[in-house]
């Protein structure tokens, strides 16, 4: 049988290999017109800069008389560390939050410390229990799913929202970009609660996680209606070219790279640079360059280039380590990449519900209770 072409976006770098993709009459992509309704809603410039005024002095008001007005995630990375240093630039008083799952770089412990010190951020860290932390990973390398690296997002997701609601804060700080990082791919990572807790369940051996928060959807509904804890991508609203980044975090917070995309963190290295291309053939490098495409901070062509001549470069000390620290044998570990992939298709979900409700939930974005980038990415 004849293999199906695998089409290409004209403009970007992301093709037919993606599940969830289509292509206009031009041959563009999906997530490129996903790029194009952000670009409407965050544009560049002198507007963008007035909604980010009026966005921080209404953070500040909000915050009066408290000891922070905001929440800022941080990981080390270049993206939470920019978020943080930007918003005592515009004079918030943000508390950094850090999970500690087991996986932190000394680069990352280093910046973390670094521009918390440099900056007078106090910082907030929660430690997640070994035992549990690990159960849940491999639980879902067991699932056979691409989302492994999903239970530390929405880990930090729910502990930013709980930590915001305790300390009666109104406004968490957000270090996404979709003019740098893209908008991934749903067939390449999907998280929600539900979904957390059904492979849990089903692949895990500890019964109940205690260490850590996973937040429900009604207790996010609860959050983002009824609480109004916004969540604002700070990075959206100003230019943020990375190299200049790199130069002016490393002047003024003393942070150091790491050599690639997320890599501040062990885990998150394995899994993109090794798990994710070995397994399912997903190179995550695609998204990150087709974002950069669309920004024109490089070319089609320099995009290409990298992609076709260089495989995803992986360290085996790193995927060794791994390996060993989540108590896999070899054997189990070669039953992991040899299964057959799966989906989040292949387990319970609110997706349906989601997608059911999107018009409600369009509604909920007009009102800034919902950002954008979700609403376009899973409910449209």
Same mark, same amino acid.
């Given at each position: 049988m004849e293999q199906a072409k695998v089409q290409t976006c004209t403009r970007c770098i992301l093709d037919s290999t993606v599940a969830d993709i289509w292509f206009d009459e031009k041959g563009v992509c999906k997530y490129c017109h996903i790029h194009d309704e952000m670009e409407k809603i965050f544009p560049e410039g002198e507007e963008s800069q007035k909604k980010l005024l009026k966005i921080v002095e209404e953070i500040k008001k909000k915050g009066k008389g408290k000891k922070y007005d905001c929440i800022a995630g941080l990981s080390g990375g270049r993206d939470s560390t920019f978020v943080l240093f930007k918003a005592v630039e515009l004079g918030l008083r943000p508390l950094a939050v850090h999970f500690d799952y087991g996986w932190n770089s000394d680069i990352s412990v280093s910046n973390i410390k670094n521009a918390c010190e440099k900056l007078n951020v106090d910082l907030h860290t929660v430690v997640a229990d070994w035992e549990e932390f690990k159960d849940l990973q491999v639980a879902f390398l067991k699932s056979g799913t691409p989302d492994a690296d999903i239970p530390a997002?929405?880990?930090? +997701?729910?502990?930013? $929202? *709980?930590?915001?609601? %305790?300390?009666?804060?109104? $406004?968490?700080?957000?270090?996404?970009?979709?003019?740098?990082?893209?908008?991934? =791919?749903?067939?390449?990572? +999907?998280?929600?609660?539900?979904?957390?807790?059904?492979?849990?369940?089903?692949?895990?051996?500890?019964?109940?996680?205690?260490? /850590?928060?996973?937040m429900s959807l009604s207790k996010l509904i609860y959050y983002m209606f009824f609480k109004r804890i916004r969540e604002i991508r700070l990075i959206e609203y100003v230019e943020y070219i990375k190299d200049d980044v790199d130069v002016l975090l490393s002047e003024k917070v003393n942070w150091k790279y790491y050599s690639g995309h997320h890599h501040e963190n062990n885990y998150?290295?394995?899994?993109?640079?090794?798990?994710? !291309?070995?397994?399912?053939? /997903? @190179? %995550?490098?695609?998204?990150?360059?087709?974002?950069?495409?669309?920004?024109?901070?490089?070319?089609? @062509?320099?995009?290409?280039?990298?992609?076709q001549n260089t495989e995803y470069p992986y360290d085996e000390k790193v995927v060794d380590y791994v390996i060993n620290k989540l108590g896999l044998t070899e054997v189990d /570990?070669?039953?992991?990449?040899?299964?057959?992939?799966?989906?989040? *298709? @292949?387990?319970?979900? +609110?997706? !349906?519900?989601?997608?059911?409700? %999107? /018009? =409600?939930?369009?509604?909920?974005?007009? #009102?800034?209770?919902?950002?954008?980038? #979700? &609403?376009?990415? &899973?409910?449209?």
């Open positions: 997002d929405y880990a930090i +997701y729910s502990i930013l $929202y *709980n930590t915001a609601y %305790k300390e009666g804060i109104k $406004y968490i700080l957000n270090g996404h970009s979709f003019r740098t990082e893209g908008t991934s =791919p749903i067939s390449w990572t +999907y998280m929600d609660s539900r979904y957390l807790k059904a492979v849990h369940k089903k692949f895990g051996k500890i019964k109940k996680i205690k260490s /850590f928060s996973i998150t290295k394995f899994f993109q640079s090794f798990y994710l !291309p070995q397994h399912f053939g /997903f @190179d %995550k490098r695609k998204t990150e360059l087709s974002a950069l495409i669309r920004s024109k901070q490089i070319t089609r @062509d320099e995009a290409i280039k990298e992609i /570990f070669d039953k992991i990449m040899k299964a057959k992939p799966k989906s989040f *298709n @292949d387990y319970p979900t +609110y997706l !349906p519900l989601i997608r059911a409700l %999107k /018009f =409600p939930i369009k509604i909920a974005v007009k #009102l800034h209770i919902i950002p954008h980038i #979700l &609403y376009l990415k &899973y409910a449209k």
